[in-house]
């Protein structure tokens, strides 16, 4: 886009961490008003109902300009503070003849700048968006921090448009001052973690084996030279965030610049399959402090696919217009948002990527890097296509490997996804008339264009352009199939690892070794070492805490993949909360085995991974909280390690014995008769008729359990806990069951008094005991 952002004295504040991230801006595309062209839309933009305000608010003030004739003119004068400015007019369908200059005084050094041309724009929303545009306006020009304007505007025929004048936008500021500067990290993002904590795969997980023909417009033709392969898409791995894996929320978080290969120009694509590339990492629109109240998100539409991926420079109009500094980018794209939308009327900015002269990639158009979200910036060719703009003017200045590398991920990526290859050519049919086509001309382009390729434009300058075939070439050049294959060195839950203080991370990869210069190894996105492109794995030291491992491939055309993980790192042993318990359960009692719940009780200052009881019996336990298990009456020694998922383990040893007290160690009180029998415990038991016939046991310990025969005619025991009754218990079973305990009761260690007393039930008033069970 031919859009005058000529770069002036910027406020430099904190400076991008080094690595120098891949890093693509998206400015909002501005327009003439045009007819649109038809959409096809496959759903819309769901209005966030309570945005979040930006962290930096812009703010847009206006200045007059009195028309006389095809003339106008603004005096000198003392104005608000901003970083960028525009003219805009009422009818966004006219626009003046003529030439349009400014001039602009700097607050660093209170001088006024020569005359600067403003350009008319060369690009266009789409649609309803289209449908919906407010003034007319120039192509924004960045001027730095200013605080004075004057314009003139010498224009050729009758007259000008109504409503002139000048748009002054100032950006605001991350470190508190005003006008520029890249910002700090705000108390909400992320604090320094390497971004891609768990990189997606090449292609998103759902997309179809075949990829997806958008439906032409009416009257419109989309002939492809190659056929799509039909492959299946790989599996994502799992990302230990919610959040996109491949953003970055602050630009103070570090994202290492992938090392371009000199002599990549040379290469060239001897193929059209598409190329499983991931999508590289990008700075978010919060990282900018994109507004999100001031869009229109339910007029900005999502094609069915991305056909052509259109390459664009910002034009900042000259050979200074490369001079910015990168670090002013985020105050430039919040400028150029509020421009587009408060200013000319648009939805949001027009395109979907910027690439600035540090091969930093943006987040631009909102809707997501990997929709194919339509862009508003190539006349009659937005719905299905992507753009992506280089910040800058490339009519002079010499594209670089950075950027380059980072145009050729993306396109490969975007284009990969729905089985294109950049480097196949595409006929494509104007939906729309510019400056170049009229509605239905039709152009073969190459799936990774210019966009002079489509209309009347400079843009995106003769040595980018000249630099496409190059960008094509490494596009070929992509790290694929990268993907987490083991974590060793501990253990695995709910998205994480858990180590001692070291992990292994082993991975797969698509490419042949000689491909792959090196691997990076990320810890918290600082570089922690690197391994040989040969290497499958590598050995991370883990410090306390949770941490972002990321694994980054770098090919040797210098584009990236990368897949991360949470770890966390842990030396600290787990605890118990309390003593480990042993409680006795309901069920069938012998004098071999007593069914019995134990409580471990353990707790870890991180995750817990479970229990090792060796004693009295064996079993290897998750994180449970109880067990269900049986042991030998006489039974007192529980020995348990409790484990954490790092491998840290403590251990615990109680006693705790499990004792019968048989009916005959009781009190008796009324008429007991003896029975015998195999079936009973320890072969007898007491059975009682009348009503008030009661057994008394006496014992010292801290959990107790009755044991009876039910039967058909058994009738029903109250039951007395220490003199006081609890509960009354209903014997009769369909049925014989023996040696059942049908209560348990917890009591608090020491001597206490169980007691069971007949009802003498009408009809069934036979009650059998077989004894007392009690933990000491």
Known sequence: MQRRLTIGIGTAVAVLAAGGGIAALTWPSTSEAEAAEPVAVTGTLAAEPNPEPPRVKTALNTVGLTANGAKADLAQQRTKRFSLLGVTWNDGGAAPDGTIEVRTRSVATG???????????????????????????????????????????????????????????????????????????????????????????????????????????????????????????????????ADDATKVDSLDEQVVTPTADAGIAAVTAVTTAPIKAQFPTYYSRKAWSADETITKPTEISVANQVQTVWVHHTYHAGDSSNDYECADAPAIIRAIQAYDIKSDGFSDIGYNYLVDKCGRLYEGRTGGVENAVVPAAVRGFNTGYASIAVLGDYRYAESTDAIETTIAQVAAARLGKYGYNPASTVTLTAGSANGKLAAGDKITVARLAGHSDADATLCPGGNLYDALADMRAKAQLMVTGLALKSVTGGGYSAGAWYVKNAATVSWTVGNDSAEIAQFDVLVDGAVASTVPGTARSATVSVPAGKHGITIVARHTSGSTARFGVWIYGDTTAPTFRGTPAVALRTGTYSTGSVPVTFYPNGADNLKLAGYTVSRPVSGNLGPVTSWATAVRPGTATWTVTARDLAGNTRGATITRAVLLSPETAAKKTGTWTKKTGSAYLGGKA???????????????????????????????????????????????????????????????????????????????????????????
């Not at 960045?142 to 004048?165: E, F, M, N, Q, T």
């Not at 069951?737 to 069934?764: D, E, M, P």
């Open 111 to 241: 001088k006024w700048s020569d005359w600067r041309k403003l350009a008319m724009r060369d690009d266009a929303p789409s649609g309803v968006e289209a449908d919906d545009l407010g003034r007319g306006a120039t192509a924004p020009l960045w001027v730095g921090p200013s605080d004075g304007v004057a314009a003139r505007i010498a224009g050729r025929g009758a007259g000008l448009p109504a409503g002139l004048r000048v748009d002054l936008i100032d950006p605001g500021s991350e470190s508190g001052g005003r006008g520029g500067g890249e910002p700090a990290p705000s108390a909400s993002a992320s604090p320094s973690v390497e971004p891609t904590t768990a990189e997606p795969s090449a292609e998103p997980t759902g997309e179809p084996t075949e990829p997806v023909a958008e439906e032409p417009a009416p009257g419109e033709t989309t002939t492809s030279t190659e056929a799509p392969a039909a492959t299946g898409e790989p599996t994502a791995e799992p990302s230990p965030s």
């Open 686 to 776: 007491l059975s009682a008729t009348r009503k008030n016939a009661k057994l008394t046991w006496t014992f010292t310990g801290r959990n107790a359990s009755l044991l009876f025969s039910r039967a058909a005619k058994s009738g029903k025991v109250a039951v007395y806990v220490d003199g006081k009754k609890v509960t009354t218990i209903d014997l009769k079973s369909s049925k014989s069951l023996y040696r059942q305990a049908v209560w348990t009761r917890n009591l608090a260690y020491g001597k206490h008094t169980v007691a069971i007393v007949v009802q003498g039930t009408s009809g069934r008033p036979t009650v059998v005991s077989d004894g007392l069970a009690y933990v000491r």
